[in-house]
């Protein structure tokens, strides 16, 4: 079975603060994904990855930058955090060969900046 | 407007009741559809995989899409209080698309 794993299932952290997320994946994955979750907003993309060092913007990359220096581990970084980053973080891994899905998803780091 | 509207619930149904779940989208581009399935505390895991208009059956679960309508449903026979958990409609336009269109997600309970 595949499993992503992130490091932190919570985290409270201080406006201001440089925050970091990781996400490390055992099923040699092309692609990497994180994305925040939000009542009635859903799933909504930050950063996506495609290879070592390689990266794309999603839908809401504002506040945030990711780092992929090894094909099984991507970071999340948040630069200043802000209370607005308050949220469910996800992470998520998929296969290029199997047309990018499905996409495998951590059970997710709840995080508070107060 | 949101490109994927879900209705968020909450649904609470008796045990073996049927649970009808559904999407509306408005991007008519949209051709690959997926239910995931998300319990509390969990991340959320692949449940159905459906390509274009049509039925696809697993076990005690249907997917149905009708693209002329823009509208794609999931339907749960037989709830079990096991099927307890957030239901997330997403789709995309292409196979192998890495981005996709989420719903917000329905929240569901089965009543023992």
């Known amino acids: 079975d595949v499993k992503v794993t992130q490091s932190s299932r919570y985290l409270v952290k201080r406006t201001g603060e440089k925050v970091f997320l990781e996400c490390v994946q055992d099923m040699d994955h092309e692609n990497m994904f994180w994305y925040r979750q939000d009542p009635g907003l859903g799933l909504r993309l930050i950063y996506f990855s495609y290879d070592v060092k390689m990266k794309e913007k999603g839908d809401i990359p504002e506040g945030y930058s990711v780092s992929r220096e090894k094909k099984e581990r991507f970071s999340l970084i948040l630069e200043s955090a802000s209370t607005n980053q308050t949220s469910m973080y996800l992470c998520a891994s998929s296969h290029y060969r199997d047309g990018n899905q499905p996409q495998h998803f951590g059970d997710g780091t709840r995080l508070s900046i107060l | 407007q949101k490109e994927v509207e879900q209705d968020p619930g909450p649904l609470s149904v008796p045990e073996g009741a049927i649970v009808s779940l559904n999407c509306t989208y408005s991007?008519?581009?949209?051709?690959?559809f997926m239910w995931y399935r998300q319990y509390s505390r969990k991340g959320p895991e692949l449940l159905m995989y459906?390509?274009?208009?049509g039925n696809k059956e697993d076990g005690r679960f249907t997917a149905q899409v009708d693209k002329s309508s823009k509208y794609i449903s999931l339907f749960i026979r037989d709830s079990q209080p096991s099927d307890s958990a957030t239901y997330l409609c997403?789709?995309?336009?292409?196979?192998?698309?890495?981005?996709?269109?989420f719903g917000a997600g329905t929240t569901v309970t089965v009543r023992a």
């Open positions: 991007n008519s581009a949209f051709q690959y």
């Open positions: 459906t390509y274009s208009s």
């Open positions: 997403a789709m995309s336009a292409r196979s192998d698309d890495y981005k996709l269109s």
